[in-house]
């Protein structure tokens, strides 16, 4: 902030006005990025207790309210399949919904996870129960891979009913029922460590891994194991074990070893320290999504990114930015070349003036100054600010607070400049001092437009060309919108600190 500014607030209200400009931007992109359901899902499919719940609760932890989700020791609850998805806060909702391609009909919301008896008048093959949380994970930027829109999608990790519960018979339908669909990510098959090697975990296994040599995948084959209540002094063995059935089965099935990609993991979650757990997230996290970022079109986990990528051609904010610093930087240029070693019109005098005409006098000194500018009247009259597409995303922040700063900066060049060619203009032969003539009419706009370009919006400006390389779109706008609001805090600062600074305190 220069000296000769004068405030235009009281207080903190810079900030504030940019800050709601920004608020307004992200509820507009959370409107565009909102994601529709897609068809890819990722099942966990295991024996009645086998720590399916547990493990769909530990890797969500507090992202999941108590209320919204059963506990291990009541997995008996879950009658009804279970899928959990991406949604702005964690909800819990009936739905209605045959297949993973079907639309989702809301029936009902729920305050907490309903007990048995509440559902058994409710068609398993026809209702699900939908778990909202927010888990960007969970969206598929660029879509589901499985059709030519590629508007941000829902990724669903469905939780089915254990088999061998006893009381149920959609439980007891084969694997091939459970993986309804054709739309894997990959399933996940869970087993607790003392049953891997018993004779039902066998047959089951079977006839769970025929069903996957016939399901459709979005890439291969992709089968995650977790082996649960898995002591670590096991977790060597139990791992190899593990991995050697599968391989086994899937050979036997006709299955070359290379279609099926398998991960194994060994876990016990009633001891696991909580850095093992986070590593045991992110672990299952990057094999879950392997399959995505092998994909032809990488993935980008943030929806913003993804969002901002599908912003069309016109929305791409550089070229007027690079223009604010062009219009900028021509300012500051002209400025220099306006007054040279303190004069207006460099070398031009009354006596190189005399007996001319005021028009001709006139002429002259004007000719003379186009020359030490190195430019023509219309590009000095030129200074308008830039504008931004109608609609864009961004128009409210650019309109109220890029614009109004940048109006600010070019107004007193423009404005001495518009006085220049009056006073030139108005130029007379009886003037005795040109250069002292100048100086009295233009000196003390000058060194106001002059200071006006060095203030902290002003460096901001400048270094929009630099930005403007940055080939991610998204690093691009964050950068910028972080920026504007650390220039406007910093413009709000000065002005409650102002006396202090001009103290020198």
């Given at each position: 902030?220069?000296?000769?500014?004068?405030?235009?607030?009281?207080?903190?209200?810079?900030?504030?006005?940019?800050?709601?400009?920004?608020?307004?931007?992200?509820?507009?992109?959370?409107?565009?990025?909102?994601?529709?359901?897609?068809?890819?899902?990722?099942?966990?499919?295991?024996?009645?207790?086998?720590?399916?719940?547990?493990?769909?609760?530990?890797?969500?932890g507090?992202?999941?309210?108590?209320?919204?989700?059963?506990?291990?020791?009541?997995?008996?609850?879950?009658?009804?399949?279970?899928?959990?998805?991406?949604?702005?806060?964690?909800?819990?909702?009936?739905?209605?919904?045959?297949?993973?391609?079907?639309s989702?009909?809301?029936?009902?919301?729920?305050?907490?996870?309903?007990?048995?008896?509440?559902?058994?008048?409710?068609?398993?093959?026809?209702?699900?129960?939908?778990?909202?949380?927010?888990?960007?994970?969970?969206?598929?930027?660029?879509?589901?891979?499985?059709?030519?829109?590629?508007?941000?999608k829902?990724?669903?990790?469905?939780?089915?009913?254990?088999?061998?519960?006893?009381?149920?018979?959609?439980?007891?339908?084969?694997?091939?029922?459970?993986?309804?669909?054709?739309h894997?990510?990959?399933?996940?098959?869970?087993?607790?460590?003392?049953?891997?090697?018993?004779?039902?975990?066998a047959?089951?296994?079977?006839?769970?891994?025929?069903?996957?040599?016939?399901?459709?995948?979005?890439?291969?084959?992709?089968?995650?194991?977790v082996?649960?209540?898995?002591?670590?002094?096991?977790?060597?063995?139990?791992?190899?074990?593990?991995?050697?059935?599968?391989?086994?089965?899937?050979?036997?099935?006709?299955?070359?070893?290379n279609?099926?990609?398998?991960?194994?993991?060994?876990?016990?979650?009633?001891?696991?320290?909580?850095?093992?757990l986070?590593?045991?997230?992110?672990?299952?996290?990057?094999?879950?999504?392997?399959?995505?970022?092998?994909?032809?079109?990488?993935?980008?986990?943030?929806?913003?990114a993804?969002?901002?990528?599908?912003?069309?051609?016109?929305?791409?904010?550089?070229?007027?930015?690079?223009?604010?610093?062009?219009?900028?930087?021509?300012?500051?240029?002209?400025?220099?070349?306006?007054?040279?070693?303190?004069?207006?019109?460099?070398?031009?005098?009354?006596?190189?003036?005399?007996?001319?005409?005021?028009?001709?006098?006139?002429?002259?000194?004007?000719?003379?100054?186009?020359?030490?500018?190195?430019?023509?009247?219309?590009?000095l009259?030129?200074?308008?600010?830039?504008?931004?597409?109608?609609?864009?995303?961004?128009?409210?922040?650019?309109?109220?607070y890029?614009?109004?700063?940048l109006?600010?900066?070019?107004?007193?060049?423009?404005?001495f400049?518009?006085?220049?060619?009056?006073?030139?203009?108005?130029?007379?032969?009886?003037?005795?001092?040109?250069?002292?003539?100048?100086?009295?009419?233009?000196?003390?706009?000058?060194?106001?437009?002059?200071?006006?370009?060095?203030?902290?919006?002003?460096?901001?400006?400048?270094?929009?060309?630099?930005?403007?390389?940055?080939?991610?779109?998204?690093?691009?706008?964050?950068?910028?919108?972080?920026?504007?609001?650390?220039?406007?805090?910093?413009?709000?600062?000065?002005?409650?600190?102002?006396?202090?600074?001009?103290?020198?305190?």
């Open positions: 902030m220069t000296p000769n500014a004068v405030p235009r607030n009281t207080g903190f209200t810079r900030s504030l006005a940019v800050q709601q400009h920004l608020l307004s931007f992200s509820a507009n992109m959370m409107t565009q990025i909102q994601p529709q359901d897609g068809f890819l899902t990722a099942r966990f499919v295991g024996e009645f207790s086998a720590g399916k719940t547990r493990l769909l609760a530990e890797l969500f507090d992202q999941i309210p108590p209320a919204l989700f059963p506990v291990s020791s009541l997995e008996r609850q879950t009658r009804l399949p279970l899928e959990i998805t991406y949604g702005d806060s964690p909800a819990l909702t009936l739905i209605q919904r045959e297949h993973d391609y079907s989702a009909e809301t029936l009902e919301a729920f305050a907490h996870f309903p007990e048995r008896h509440e559902l058994a008048h409710l068609d398993p093959m026809q209702h699900r129960l939908r778990l909202t949380i927010n888990e960007p994970r969970l969206i598929l930027p660029d879509g589901d891979g499985y059709s030519a829109d590629k508007s941000p829902r990724l669903f990790l469905i939780d089915t009913p254990g088999w061998n519960s006893g009381d149920d018979e959609i439980a007891e339908l084969s694997a091939a029922s459970l993986m309804t669909g054709y894997n990510l990959a399933v996940i098959y869970v087993c607790q460590a003392a049953r891997l090697d018993g004779a039902t975990n047959d089951h296994l079977r006839d769970f891994m025929s069903a996957l040599v016939d399901a459709d995948f979005f890439d291969q084959a992709k089968l995650l194991m082996i649960t209540a898995c002591p670590d002094k096991d977790a060597a063995h139990l791992k190899q074990r593990a991995q050697d059935l599968a391989y086994r089965i899937w050979s036997e099935l006709d299955g070359e070893a279609t099926l990609k398998l991960d194994v993991f060994c876990v016990d979650f009633q001891d696991l320290p909580t850095r093992d986070h590593r045991f997230r992110d672990r299952f996290w990057d094999c879950l999504l392997a399959p995505l970022k092998h994909a032809t079109t990488p993935v980008n986990t943030n929806p913003w993804a969002a901002l990528k599908r912003w069309p051609a016109d929305w791409d904010i550089s070229p007027q930015l690079l223009e604010s610093a062009q219009l900028l930087e021509r300012g500051k240029n002209l400025l220099d070349r306006a007054r040279v070693r303190e004069e207006f019109v460099e070398g031009m005098n009354m006596y190189r003036l005399m007996g001319l005409k005021p028009a001709e006098l006139r002429e002259k000194v004007l000719k003379s100054w186009l020359r030490q500018l190195a430019c023509d009247i219309a590009t009259k030129n200074w308008t600010v830039p504008c931004l597409a109608t609609g864009h995303p961004l128009e409210q922040w650019w309109l109220h890029w614009q109004v700063e109006e600010q900066l070019i107004s007193p060049v423009r404005n400049f518009a006085t220049a060619q009056r006073t030139i203009n108005r130029l007379t032969p009886d003037i005795e001092d040109l250069q002292l003539h100048l100086t009295q009419q233009l000196a003390a706009q000058h060194d106001v437009a002059t200071a006006t370009l060095t203030g902290s919006f002003a460096c901001l400006v400048q270094s929009m060309p630099a930005l403007c390389h940055e080939p991610a779109v998204e690093n691009r706008v964050a950068t910028l919108l972080s920026l504007s609001l650390l220039q406007s805090r910093y413009e709000d600062y000065y002005f409650q600190h102002r006396a202090e600074f001009a103290a020198g305190t």
